[in-house]
């Protein structure tokens, strides 16, 4: 035990290891709990319980940003807290995206939570290389922070200017490499990612992906393009990567369980993707404007990104309250 103590005191990227293995322990609980207790068998989730798994994740996610408020002090917390309303907000532009994945394969809802919950995992790993990445560049190069502000920009501007933009899944890039170089079902197998079926033009028997499988590689490919935003986005927030990572987790987390419940009236948010260009616009702008008016208050950008954020969803209900509802999600 005493030889043990050193060791979780240890320094890892600006925190004691014990703090991050705390993170890692909660983590690693939910998932368990989420995949072991709650969905161990493959059924549809409805929005009942969509809603209730979310606000489970959601008060889990506040109730360590007040520890973190409490441990790491005032200013921590109020980056921690925006953050991960960012990462939430920024997220749930992916609902539509990721909607469109299980739509284009004719994924059961049965059997997209099984996506989501091992699609997560990818995103835990990725995140984790990103941000290291991130935090080791900001650190040797400050410049590097400006290139992630004017990047923000661009990429809310952009995002306003296509925001009425349908991703056209058939065509994808990654798609089209993945069929010609995987053999693939016609259909899917169950709930398997993989089968072993016989080759009708050779006899053998070989392994063929699955349009389960498929769609679990091009959902991670959504989750690493939001990614491109939403990192930078943060590091305009802090550089802290204890907060970056925990804040993106956590916002991630509860995203996926609110899913099901998104992706069953995504038609009534059409003018969030606006309010989200805006957010990336104010927050790119924050670090040019640092050597103007000087560093601006966490709780100012934590504000405005929940008025934006507010605004863009109130006046996507309101434009669309006498509309007939969207297709139904598969």
Do not use: C
Request: hydrophobic share 55%; net charge positive.
């Amino acid at each position: 035990m005493e030889n043990l103590l050193p060791l979780l005191s240890t320094d890892f990227m600006g925190k004691p290891a014990w703090v991050w293995l705390v993170f890692v322990g909660i983590v690693v609980a939910l998932l368990a709990f989420d995949l072991g207790v709650l969905h161990k068998d493959d059924r549809e989730i409805g929005v009942r319980e969509s809603l209730l798994l979310s606000a489970g994740y959601i008060s889990v996610a506040l109730v360590f940003g007040a520890w973190v408020w409490w441990y790491l002090g005032a200013q921590s917390g109020m980056d921690y807290y925006t953050g991960f309303m960012i990462e939430k907000s920024l997220s749930m532009d992916n609902v539509f995206v990721i909607a469109l994945v299980f739509t284009f394969f004719a994924i059961p809802r049965q059997y997209q939570h099984r996506v989501l919950f091992w699609g997560i995992l990818g995103v835990i790993v990725l995140r984790a290389v990103m941000i290291a990445l991130g935090a080791t560049l900001v650190s040797q190069f400050s410049w590097v922070l400006y290139l992630f502000g004017a990047f923000l920009i661009v990429t809310g501007v952009k995002m306003w200017l296509i925001a009425d933009h349908v991703p056209d899944i058939a065509n994808n890039p990654l798609l089209k490499f993945l069929r010609r170089h995987l053999r693939a079902t016609d259909g899917l197998r169950g709930n398997a990612f993989w089968v072993r079926e016989t080759d009708p033009a050779t006899g053998k028997l070989e392994r063929y992906v699955t349009p389960l499988f498929l769609a679990l590689v091009l959902v991670e490919f959504v989750d690493l393009i939001f990614a491109v935003d939403s990192v930078p986005a943060i590091f305009a927030i802090t550089t802290d990567p204890f907060i970056v990572y925990t804040s993106n987790i956590f916002a991630i987390l509860g995203l996926r369980a609110l899913y099901f419940a998104l992706a069953a009236m995504i038609h009534r948010f059409k003018y969030l993707k606006y309010a989200l260009a805006l957010v990336l616009v104010f927050i790119g702008s924050k670090i040019f404007l640092v050597g103007i008016v000087g560093k601006i208050p966490a709780v100012i950008s934590l504000s405005v990104t929940l008025g934006l954020i507010a605004g863009g969803v109130l006046v996507s209900l309101w434009k669309t309250r006498e509309r007939t509802p969207g297709p139904k999600i598969a």
